[in-house]
C-alpha cells in the first residue's frame, strides 16, 4: 500500500493541490495504516472463522438479531478507536482523512473479516448519500451518530419481485401533512439490516409516493430509523420496520442479510420527491467501489495463505530435480503450476490495489480539488473505473480464491483451513450491487458509447504519456509494447462495437462483459507498467531490496500469463450476438 501510494501515484503531492489535505505527510498516512493493520489482524481476523461457522440468529418473537460470539465487542473497540470516522466531514466530527486512508483500511478488514466489515461498511454508504442530499436537520441528527459509529446505516432497494429494475418495486410511502411519510412494503438481500452492535440502524429506503410516475422516474428516498429520534438526540419509540427473516447464504454467514418489513413505518423524504435513485447512486456508487474492495481483501488473504501453505506442504518431487534433499518430497511450491495458481491471485491483488487507490484519490480531486476542471474530468473518469472496479476486482477475486483453495489440495475443502470460506464469501460479491453484467452494459452502453468514447480517450491520454515518456526504454518494453498495442487495438474494438450496437443495440449486450475485461486488462496494464517503471529505476539507483524485484517478476508473469487474455475476448465480442439469440431451438 506504501508504495502504490507513495512511489506510484505520489499521493502526498497530488493532495498539495487540494486545500483540506494540503499539510498532509506520508507520515501520518503510513501510521495510520500501521495501526489500522493491527486492528484489523489482532481484534477482527481472529473472528472470521467462528463467525462463519456461528451465523446470526433470528428471534421471531422479538425480530432482533444476534451476531456471531465477539463480533458486538470488536465493533465497539472500532467505534471507541475512531475507525468509523477516518475520511469523514469534520463538521459532524470526522477527522477529515482522505477516502484513500479509509479504502486501505476496509481492504485489510475485508481481509480480516468481510462478514463483519459490512457492517460499519454499508454505514459509510449511508454517511455518504446523506451528506450530499440530506436536509440539514437530517445531517444534524443522523450524521454525527453515523460518523462515531454509534449508529449503523443500510439501503433498502431490492423487492422481492424486483432486484436491478428498480422501477417495478412497489413499497409506498403516504404524506402525513407533517413533513414525515408512513413508508410501507417489503424488502430482501438487506445487508447489515438487522444486528445488535448498535442500538440505533438508519435505513435509506427507495418508495413511491402515491401521485409518482411509473418506473425508474418515480422512485424516491427516506431515512427511516429502527428508533425514532428524539429532539435531544436520545431514541424514542420503536419503528414499525422489522426483520421478518434472515437469508441462508453460501457465504458471509456472520453478516445478516435481512428481510425487513415496513409497516407504515415513518420517514423522512431524503433529495426531491421522484428522484431518490439520484441520491442512492451516491450511496450505490459507493458500495460498488466497496464491493471492488471486499474481493480485494479477499483476493489478497487467499494468496497469503495458499503462499504459506504451499511453502510448507510436501508432496512430490520437482520434475527437474529434487530441490529439497533433505526431506521426503519438495514443498509444492516448486511445481509450475503451482507458482501459476499463486501468481495469478498476486497479480490480480496487486493490479486490483493500484487500480482501486487511484480511483480513490481520483474521487478526493473530484470532491474537493478547486479547479473546476479537474474536479470533472475526475468525476468522469472515476464513473468510468466505478463498474470496471467493481467487476473486474469481484471476477478476479472469484478466480483467485479458487486457485488459493486448490493450491490446498484436498485440505482447501476443509472448513478449518478457512480456504473455501474465501471462495463462498467471494462469490456473492459478483452478483450484489448489481451484477457484473449490468455494470458491464453500465461501462459500455452508458460511460463509453453515450459520449462516443470521449472518456475512455481521457484515460488513454493518461496511457499515451506513459508510453511516450517510457517507449525508448529497452528495459521497459516488456511492458510497454503490449500496453502499446492493446491501447491501439482499444479505439478500433470500441469503434467497431458502437457501429454494430447503433444498428442493434442487442450487439451492446451480446460484447459488453468481454470488452469490460478488456478494458480491466487495458487499466491493470497501465498500473502494472508504471509499477514495473518505479521498480526498474530503484533497482538502477542501486537498491537491493528483493521488493522491487519481485515486482518486476510479477509484472512479467501478469503481462505473459494473463494479459493475453485480452485477444480471445476481443475475438468473442467481435463474433456477434446472432450465436447467442438465434439459439430458441437450443434453449427449449
Known amino acids: 500500500m506504501q508504495f ?9 503531492d497530488e493532495f498539495k493541490a487540494l486545500p483540506k489535505h494540503a499539510d498532509l505527510d506520508a507520515d501520518t498516512l503510513n501510521a495510520v495504516l500501521e495501526e489500522g493493520g493491527k486492528f484489523a489482524a489482532e481484534v477482527v481476523q481472529p473472528l472470521n472463522l467462528r463467525g462463519d461457522a456461528e451465523g446470526c440468529t433470528l428471534d421471531k418473537a422479538t ?11 470488536a465493533y465497539a473497540q472500532f467505534v471507541e478507536g475512531g475507525w468509523a470516522a477516518l475520511s469523514c466531514d469534520p463538521e459532524y466530527g470526522g477527522q477529515g482523512l482522505p477516502l484513500l486512508i479509509n479504502q486501505c483500511f476496509y481492504e485489510m478488514l475485508n481481509s480480516a473479516s468481510q462478514a463483519w466489515t459490512m457492517y460499519p461498511g454499508l454505514s459509510h454508504g449511508a454517511y455518504e448519500a446523506l451528506h450530499a442530499h440530506g436536509t440539514d436537520e437530517q445531517k444534524k441528527t443522523f450524521l454525527p451518530k453515523l460518523v462515531s459509529g454509534e449508529w449503523t446505516g443500510t439501503m433498502c432497494l431490492t423487492e422481492p419481485h424486483c432486484g436491478t429494475d428498480l422501477g417495478l418495486l412497489t413499497t409506498r410511502a403516504e404524506p402525513q401533512g407533517d413533513g414525515t411519510y408512513r413508508v410501507t412494503g417489503n424488502k430482501i438481500f438487506i445487508s447489515a439490516g438487522e444486528h445488535d452492535l448498535a442500538p440505533n440502524i438508519i435505513h435509506l429506503v427507495l418508495a413511491r409516493l402515491p401521485d409518482a410516475p411509473k418506473g425508474s422516474k418515480g422512485i424516491s428516498l427516506f431515512l427511516v430509523p429502527k428508533y425514532h429520534v428524539k429532539p435531544d438526540g436520545s431514541l424514542g419509540e420503536r419503528n414499525p420496520i422489522f426483520c421478518t427473516g434472515l437469508e441462508h447464504k453460501m457465504g458471509i454467514h456472520a453478516n445478516a442479510t435481512a428481510q425487513l418489513s415496513l409497516d407504515g413505518a415513518i420517514g423522512t423524504l431524503v433529495g426531491e420527491p421522484n428522484k431518490g435513485l439520484q441520491a442512492m447512486f451516491v450511496m450505490m456508487n459507493t458500495a460498488r467501489l466497496g464491493v471492488g474492495n471486499q474481493s480485494l481483501g479477499l483476493t489478497e488473504v487467499a494468496y497469503q495463505n495458499a503462499l504459506a501453505y504451499a511453502k510448507e506442504r510436501l508432496q512430490m518431487r520437482s520434475l527437474s530435480g529434487t530441490k529439497a534433499k533433505d526431506k521426503p518430497a519438495d514443498p509444492i511450491i516448486v511445481h509450475p503450476d503451482v507458482r501459476k495458481m499463486l501468481l495469478t491471485a498476486k497479480a490480480y491483488a496487486e493490479g486490483g490495489r493500484a487500480m482501486a487507490m487511484y480511483g480513490a484519490m481520483i474521487a478526493e480531486k473530484a470532491h474537493h480539488h478547486p479547479d473546476d476542471k479537474v474536479r470533472k474530468d475526475s468525476e468522469e473518469i472515476l464513473g468510468l473505473l466505478t463498474p470496471i472496479v467493481k467487476a473486474f476486482l469481484t471476477d478476479n477475486g472469484f478466480a483467485a480464491t479458487n486457485h488459493c483453495m486448490q493450491v490446498f489440495g484436498g485440505h482447501g475443502y476443509i472448513h478449518e483451513t478457512g480456504a473455501e470460506q474465501f471462495v463462498r464469501d467471494a462469490r456473492i460479491n459478483m452478483i450484489y450491487e448489481g451484477t457484473n453484467t449490468v455494470q458491464s ?26 508510453i511516450a515518456e517510457e517507449g525508448v526504454n529497452e528495459k521497459m518494453a516488456e511492458f510497454i509494447n503490449p500496453l502499446a498495442t492493446l491501447a491501439d487495438q482499444m479505439t478500433k474494438f470500441t469503434t467497431e462495437i458502437g457501429f454494430k450496437g447503433f444498428v442493434n443495440a442487442d450487439e451492446v449486450g451480446g460484447a459488453s462483459v468481454d470488452y469490460l475485461r478488456v478494458a480491466g486488462h487495458l487499466v491493470f496494464g497501465y498500473f502494472f507498467a508504471r509499477m514495473a517503471s518505479v521498480a526498474l529505476k530503484k533497482i538502477g539507483e542501486g537498491s537491493t531490496d528483493p521488493f522491487y524485484t519481485a515486482k518486476l517478476q510479477t509484472a512479467r508473469f501478469y503481462f505473459a500469463r494473463l494479459f493475453p487474455e485480452t485477444a480471445s475476448l476481443m475475438r468473442t465480442a467481435r463474433s456477434g450476438v446472432a450465436n447467442l439469440l438465434d439459439t430458441d431451438a437450443a434453449l427449449t
Open 4 to 12: 502504490v501510494m507513495h512511489e506510484v501515484l505520489n499521493v502526498v
Open 63 to 73: 425480530h432482533e438479531v444476534t451476531t456471531p460470539t465477539g463480533f458486538k465487542d
Open 441 to 466: 452494459l453500465d461501462l459500455l452502453g452508458r460511460k463509453i458509447l453515450q459520449n462516443q468514447g470521449a472518456t475512455l480517450k481521457k484515460f488513454g491520454k493518461q496511457i499515451e504519456a506513459l
